[in-house]
């Protein structure tokens, strides 16, 4: 597909496959149902657009800014997705999924993320201050310094998640679910050994 293909205001079922819009800046436009793939969207904006139903293989989404843009039933597979603020994303509609991706150093302060799904997916010095994760999936997915605190886990599934440091003082955990070998990530400020 053509770079100023993606100009026009209103995109419904396309795909776009292997554009560079790197460090590009696109306002007002609607994605409805469209796929991209192999995508360099690095350090690009997008402002007030609207993605809903889309999905994302194998892009580089890398630094991308998305102020005020509506992200509905989005999914992204075998994406980087480097320190991206999606608290800057309306909170709207907004619902995502990930799937054999990099999210390192992004940010969901404060958003409402009922049952989203990581899988396989690095989620290391991810920020999730204030963020409602109740009924989410962390499936094999590293959590490397990620930062919880005031988030609800209300039944949150951390059974296959690593690296995890989760302070239950700090967090709302009520029947979220840990394997036994995660004890200590929710131990560790009390500086006591498991074995």
């Keep these: 597909m053509q770079l100023e293909k993606m100009e026009e205001q209103l995109h419904e079922g396309k795909t776009f496959e292997k554009i560079n819009y790197q460090e590009k800046v696109v306002r007002d436009r609607t994605f409805e149902s469209c796929v991209f793939r192999q995508c360099d969207l690095s350090k690009s904006t997008f402002s007030t657009c609207r993605f809903r139903d889309c999905i994302f293989i194998d892009c580089n989404l890398t630094m991308m800014k998305l102020t005020r843009s509506t992200l509905a039933n989005c999914t992204f597979k075998e994406c980087k997705l480097l320190g991206i603020n999606f608290s800057e994303c309306e909170d709207t509609?907004?619902?995502?999924?990930?799937?054999?991706?990099?999210?390192?150093?992004?940010?969901?302060?404060?958003?409402?993320?009922?049952?989203?799904?990581?899988?396989?997916?690095?989620?290391?010095?991810?920020?999730?201050?204030?963020?409602?994760?109740?009924?989410?999936?962390?499936?094999?997915?590293?959590?490397?310094?990620?930062?919880?605190?005031?988030?609800?886990?209300?039944?949150?599934?951390?059974?296959?998640?690593?690296?995890?440091?989760?302070?239950?003082?700090?967090?709302?955990?009520?029947?979220?679910?840990?394997?036994?070998?995660?004890?200590?990530?929710?131990?560790?400020?009390?500086?006591?050994?498991?074995?």
């Design 93 to 195: 509609f907004f619902s995502v999924g990930f799937e054999n991706g990099v999210l390192d150093y992004s940010i969901f302060m404060g958003k409402k993320m009922l049952k989203t799904q990581f899988r396989n997916t690095s989620l290391k010095n991810v920020v999730f201050t204030q963020a409602n994760l109740s009924g989410s999936t962390f499936d094999r997915t590293d959590l490397s310094g990620a930062e919880f605190k005031d988030s609800q886990l209300k039944d949150a599934n951390f059974v296959t998640a690593f690296n995890y440091h989760i302070d239950p003082e700090l967090n709302t955990l009520t029947k979220a679910k840990f394997s036994l070998y995660g004890l200590p990530g929710l131990l560790s400020k009390y500086n006591i050994r498991v074995e």
